[in-house]
Nanobody, 124 residues
Framework: QVQLVESGGGSVQSGGSLRLSCAVF????????MAWFRQAPGKEREGVASIDSFGSTTYADSVKGRFTISQDNAKNTLYLQMNSLKPEDTAMYYCAAVYAHRIVVVTPTSYNYWGQGTQVTVSS
């Protein structure tokens, strides 16, 4: 059973930076795709960034050029570097994973392992 534990959230001012981490426990063997999602109050959960088993990445248009997804396989950790943060980035951020080579469409239903979330608040 894969378990995901996020950390690194917090409160920052507009223009600031944060780095989220997602520690992966229980991974045994196989190709894994991972992603970051976020959900603001009253809104649907949306994909922010993803990385497949080949290392290919995708980003939501709203975060392109500001966010970077990466992974450290030796540490079994996924990261999300967030720069130039804006108030509209305020949300609960979730790490997600699925055993697959590649995810064609990054939607919440494409992933079956989820972390508990970490809150990011950006003030203007």
């Amino acid at each position: 059973q894969v378990q995901l534990v996020e950390s690194g959230g917090g409160s920052v001012q507009s223009g600031g930076s944060l780095r989220l981490s997602c520690a992966v426990f229980g991974y045994t063997y196989g190709s894994v795709c991972m992603a970051w999602f976020r959900q603001a109050p009253g809104k649907e959960r949306e994909g922010v960034a993803s990385i497949d088993s080949f290392g290919s990445t995708t980003y939501a248009d709203s975060v392109k050029g500001r966010f970077t997804i990466s992974q450290d396989n030796a540490k079994n950790t996924l990261y999300l570097q967030m720069n130039s943060l804006k108030p509209e980035d305020t949300a609960m951020y979730y790490c997600a994973a699925v055993y697959a080579h590649r995810i064609v469409v990054v939607t919440p239903t494409s992933y079956n392992y989820w972390g508990q979330g970490t809150q990011v608040t950006v003030s203007s």
